[in-house]
């Protein structure tokens, strides 16, 4: 009698089914797209590093931790790809549009917190009092740093203590 263990062969629609399997797709290319954009760097010597070395080697642990996560699909079943919601990434990408709008005539104290706000839209089981506490929480974190501590020329609230 043989023992072994008779796994079920996985088609390989079902493979590219899976979050995992898109997903490290995903990363993968970006990987190689960042490789390509940084290839008129000078790469340079470890001892006297180039433009280059810094995106060609992110570039290189992304596409390769993009294999990873296509290889542990491959080899492991994982959750498949549920029914597309464009609703997260419209919102996400309409407060970062905003945000971007909005900072230079209101200010980073008012374009930080609405912008988060939005975002916070993308999530169905947001906790508004929770997303309002971060929004200002991180936007006070970012002027310190922003424009105290790096001393950079991002307009606080223009409308109330100038440019």
Request: hydrophobic share 60%; aromatic share 10%.
């Amino acid at each position: 009698m043989n023992n072994k263990r008779i796994r079920p062969r996985r088609s390989l629609a079902g493979i590219f089914k899976q979050q995992d399997a898109i997903g490290g797709l995903v990363v993968f290319a970006v990987g190689v797209f960042a490789f390509w954009q940084s290839a008129n760097l000078p790469m340079g010597t470890l001892g006297g590093m180039g433009a280059g070395m810094l995106p060609r080697s992110l570039a290189v642990l992304f596409g390769l931790l993009g294999l990873l996560l296509f290889l542990s699909a491959v080899l492991k079943a994982g959750p498949t790809i549920e029914r597309l919601s464009i609703r997260g990434p419209v919102l996400v990408l309409g407060a970062v549009v905003l945000f971007g709008l909005a900072v230079r005539p209101l200010g980073l104290a008012v374009a930080g917190p609405v912008a988060i706000m939005i975002g916070a839209f993308a999530s169905e089981d947001v906790r508004w009092v929770e997303a309002l506490v971060f929004g200002l929480l991180i936007t006070t974190f970012c002027a310190a740093l922003f424009k105290f501590a790096l001393g950079l020329p991002i307009p606080l609230a223009p409308w109330l203590l100038g440019y």
